[in-house]
């Protein structure tokens, strides 16, 4: 697993990125935040610089198992999980299992605990998405964000989207998406912020509220003004000011 990862003597947190991103997702986010927060960012298996090996599956215990490896392989006695959208799903159920460590949970624009339900049509839409350049523009211009990206931050994105194997493209909407873990996520027993979105069309802030809120106890939202799906680039600044005050309120250990 590639990760990037900046040392610090302060809190220690590990972002899990969404379906079609990387460790890069987070790079504006982990730069607004204090100097001294110690940061994990992994490419999830399948994605950026992390690759496939043979036989890969893709499951949510899959992407979980990873991440609880990554966490006990640095060695990390106490921090927060920070996962968008397909990684805000996988912090979920690694929340739920209740690993030793974990101080707080940040779910950005996160995929609820419950079945993704599509249409057919509009299932097959999304899995060719990340298909060329034009379907991934088509996607950040229609679904993705409510914000206009940089150029750079574009062709992050469509970098990202397109490096991403076969498999881990297709797993997300044919299988992953659909898994339910609704009972799991109500063993989360850590103090959790949802953040959306206002404009998210995903995963809209009225989803959220009915699906995922009330199913962990301890769990609060916030809504990010006039941002879409992609906040860790439409709102960098204001995501971070959101987590560092998160952390900050955090009991002590």
């Given at each position: 697993m590639?990760i ?5 003597d ?18 504006e ?10 940061t994990i ?19 949510l215990?899959?992407?979980?198992g990873?991440?609880e ?12 999980l ?5 990684g ?8 739920s299992?209740?690993?030793p460590?974990?101080?707080g949970?940040?779910?950005v624009?996160?995929?609820p ?7 057919p049509?509009?299932r ?5 998405a990340?298909?060329t ?10 679904m993705?964000?409510?914000?206009p990206?940089?150029?750079?931050q574009r062709?992050?994105?469509v970098?990202?989207?397109l490096r991403?194997?076969p498999e881990?493209?297709a797993?997300?909407?044919?299988h992953?998406?659909r898994?339910?873990?609704?009972a ?16 998210d ?10 699906e995922?809120?009330p199913?962990?106890?301890?769990a609060t939202?916030?809504v990010?003004p ?20 998160f ?7």
């Open positions: 590639h990037k990862e900046r040392g610090g302060g809190p220690a947190l590990v972002f899990l990125h969404y379906w079609g991103g990387s460790s890069r997702t987070w790079t986010v982990i730069s607004a935040l204090p100097a001294d927060y110690h960012a992994p490419d999830l298996r399948g994605w950026g610089q992390s690759g496939a090996r043979e036989g890969d599956a893709y499951a215990a899959d992407f979980a990873d991440v490896q990554l966490v006990a392989d640095l060695g990390l006695k106490r921090y927060v920070v996962g968008h959208s397909m805000g799903k996988i912090a979920q159920l690694l929340a299992r209740r690993p460590g974990l101080a949970l940040v779910l624009a996160p995929s605990p419950t079945p993704l339900a599509l249409p049509e509009a097959a839409a999304m899995a060719a990340y298909d350049p034009a379907s991934v523009g088509m996607a950040i211009d229609h993705l964000t409510a914000k990206l940089t150029a750079a062709e992050q994105v970098a990202d989207s991403g194997t881990a493209r797993a997300w909407p044919a992953t998406s898994e339910d873990i609704s799991e996520v109500q063993r989360i027993a850590v103090p959790t912020m949802v953040v959306a979105g206002e404009l069309k995903v995963d809209p802030v009225a989803v959220l509220a009915a995922l809120l199913r962990i106890p301890q939202l916030y990010l006039g941002c879409g799906h992609l906040s860790p680039l439409e709102a960098p600044q204001a995501l971070a000011t959101v987590i560092r005050n952390v900050a309120a955090l009991p002590p250990a």
